[in-house]
């Protein structure tokens, strides 16, 4: 009988070590799957005076002329996922080009704030 109780009780270590281990590696899956799949990071160029007018309520600002510098300090890793926006496209495309030139692989220019709006679902004023 104690020959039986230890089997069983090296068996249930067994077991919990297994399930500790399959824990852990689920854990860490999820992990890197919810890191590989993060939001995008939304940045307004418009000037400053645009943005305090109008804005999204959570988004970066970084004036078009200055998007380089900017992302290079808030976002190092050049496979950052950015959607760049303004009044009508046109300097999210500048800042685009410039971002691309720096090395960026997954920029896209998304128009204007009202287009980035409605992406995201948030209603148009």
Not at 21 to 44: E, N, R
Not at 59 to 75: A, F, M, P, Q, T
């Amino acid at each position: 009988m104690h020959t039986t109780t230890v089997l069983q009780s090296e068996w249930i270590k067994n077991m919990n070590i297994r399930s500790a281990i399959f824990t852990c590696t689920l854990a860490m899956g999820m992990l890197f799957s919810s890191l590989s799949h993060a939001d995008p990071v939304w940045i307004d160029v418009r000037t400053l005076v645009e943005h305090t007018i109008d804005n999204i309520e959570g988004d970066v600002r970084i004036s078009y002329s200055d998007i380089v510098e900017g992302v290079n300090k808030l976002y190092p890793d050049k496979e950052t996922d950015i959607r760049l926006y303004c009044r009508s496209g046109g300097r999210a495309g500048v800042a685009l080009s410039a971002l691309e030139q720096a090395g960026y692989r997954s920029v896209q220019n998304v128009g204007s704030i009202d287009d980035a709006r409605r992406l995201r679902g948030i209603p148009v004023e």
